[in-house]
């Protein structure tokens, strides 16, 4: 099985793909994750790659196609895998479509997490990270049980990502806006989108995917 969450950030993707990966085996693929990875192991990937991150704007396209077909080529004997935060634009998604066609995979549903852009802002800029396992947190809204230690693998070391500051999560939704809402047409057309509403509480959003992905 093959899905995309797609949606802008701070929708939910990372932790709905968290979730998935748990409960139903898939592998999530970040390609945030792996550009974060390549940044800080000093990679030419990551070299490369930094600067757009910093900035809010997108990497270029041949980078991040590398990537995760590099990815998706060592990690061939998996059941499935979650797409999260890739593709980000049409020339992307065409990759992927190309990539899969090769490799006789099939697409089987892009499901889109729908956030209204002033609750965001709020969502970026509160969350953190456990620094070893990185499972999500937020200071707001979900909070480790235990303060202060990680309720996955009792790390007590959390961070934050350098880009979700306001100024630059402005111009990541411009980003999402321009770059990446395209592809919502793009896979509309293609009879794959399925739209969630990524108001809810958590568990809410999680039933509709479960549902939309036929595991419910
Ligand atoms: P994310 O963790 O998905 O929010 O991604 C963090 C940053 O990595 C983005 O703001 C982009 O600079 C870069 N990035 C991640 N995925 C992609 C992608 N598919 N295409 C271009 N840039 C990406």
Redesign the pocket.
Known sequence: MIIILLGP?GAG??TQAQRLQKEQGLVQL???????EAVSAGTEVGLQ?KK??D???????E??VKI?EERMDREDEATGFIL??????VA?AEALDKMLADKGKELDKVIEVDVIESALIERITGRFNCAKCHANYHEKFRQPRREGVCDICGSTEFER?P?DNEE?VRR?LD?YRKQTAPLLPYYEKAGKLVKVDGMQPIEDVSYEIDRALGFR
């Open positions: 950030p993707k990372g970040s390609t945030g994750d792996m550009l974060r790659a757009a991150m900035a809010g704007e997108l990497v270029r396209d980078v991040v995760i999260d935060g890739f593709p980000r634009t992307q990502r880009d630059t990541r980003a």
